[in-house]
């Protein structure tokens, strides 16, 4: 991935709307939401969610799709992968980043 698509993408996500949309479509899956749905769910009004949907797209983060009439809107999993190796790829330099944990995550 290149700096500046990281750039975009990393600017689409750094506001609480747009994250918040986001991640409701990855937990949608390759199901997708309509926006109808993503407007109930999220308490998003219409025209600010068309905003912030439009935002995503550009950066890549999300696909939409015509569906007869309805329009469909998925997390792009290709890309979100991509962001996340762009920013973890020399992590540590090889090296383990935190120390072992001698209590176990109750997550």
């Given at each position: 991935m290149e700096t500046n698509d990281v750039v975009k993408a990393m600017a689409?996500?750094?506001?609480?709307s747009r994250l918040e949309i986001f991640r409701a479509l990855v937990v949608a899956g390759t199901e997708g939401m309509t926006p109808s749905a993503l407007s109930d769910a999220l308490g998003v009004a219409p025209n600010t969610l068309s905003f912030h949907l439009k935002e995503l797209t550009n950066a890549g983060l999300v696909a939409q799709e015509r569906a007869g009439r309805h329009l469909i809107y998925r997390?792009?999993?290709?890309r979100m992968n991509a962001l996340m190796g762009y920013l973890?790829?020399?992590c540590c330099q090889g090296q383990a980043c935190l120390p072992t944990q001698t209590t176990s995550c109750a997550c």
């Open positions: 689409a996500l750094a506001q609480a997390a792009q999993f290709e973890t790829e020399n």
